[in-house]
């Protein structure tokens, strides 16, 4: 009589995160069963139903987030992503995967989903293999791109880097996006987002922060010396001073 009190309550529910509240403890039982002997097999009916109506309704109660309720979100997410892990039910995944994609295609759409959820989608996929880094590499570089809005930049940046740092020290072209992106916010904008970038990378293990900063050294260093040790065609060179010379009204 409970199962079916609950499954005609989710059907009937368009609170999203209530629904996300409950996946957690109904897929403990499904998987581990509890100690009332709940019959596991209604569970994971239940569950399932659940699991369709948030997977369907989720890309759509992503935007319009003011930054305490795309943070309880995506918390929520989180949450949700680690149940279904102990599940492990195939038909449940996919539907998961199919939600976040759609998050995470939305994460360049100005307005449509806050950055915060989209980073954290986008991260979520990445972790478990169904994007590469050459694609969380695009989907950043338009995100912080210099025509889109820092503060969503950096919203997006939390979201994703919310489950650790160590992506940037394996992966040089993602550190190589936020060091460039960071390096060119005006000063004034940079004043405002500080306590944001903060947040993000003061929430890194002391040793994933000391692992980064070296690898920030490491590419520093390299791109100083780059010119030094590039081959340089002279031909090619002098061409160019003649050309600017000339426009300047000067005689080489």
Not at 18 to 24: G, K, Q, R, S
Not at 133 to 143: A, E, F, L, P, W
Request: glycine share 10%.
């Amino acid at each position: 009589d409970v199962l079916s009190a609950l499954s005609v309550g989710a059907a009937a529910s368009n609170d999203i995160s209530l629904l996300l509240d409950a996946v957690p403890a109904l897929a403990r039982v499904a998987r581990y069963g509890d100690v009332r002997k709940t019959d596991a097999t209604a569970v994971g009916a239940v569950l399932d139903g659940i699991v369709s109506r948030v997977c369907a309704g989720l890309p759509g109660a992503s935007s319009q987030l003011d930054d305490p309720s795309a943070e309880s979100l995506r918390d929520r997410i989180v949450s949700m992503n680690t149940a279904l892990g102990t599940v492990d039910d195939a038909e449940q995944r996919r539907q998961w995967v199919e939600s976040l994609q759609r998050i995470h295609r939305a994460s360049t759409m100005k307005g449509s989903v806050h950055g915060l959820v989209a980073g954290s989608a986008t991260r979520i996929l990445h972790d478990s293999g169904e994007l590469s880094s050459i694609d969380v590499g695009n989907t950043m570089s338009q995100v912080l791109s210099r025509g889109a809005d820092p503060e969503v930049g950096v919203q997006w940046i939390e979201g994703f880097f919310g489950g650790g740092g160590l992506v940037l020290v394996h992966d040089e072209r993602l550190l190589g996006l936020v060091d460039d992106w960071i390096a060119t916010v005006n000063t004034e904008t940079f004043d405002d987002l500080l306590p944001l970038l903060r947040r993000t990378f003061g929430s890194f293990a002391y040793g994933e922060r000391r692992q980064i900063g070296s690898a920030i050294q490491n590419r520093s260093s390299r791109s100083n010396t780059g010119a030094l040790v590039a081959d340089v065609d002279m031909d090619r060179g002098f061409a160019v001073i003649d050309t600017v010379l000339t426009l300047l009204g000067v005689k080489r």
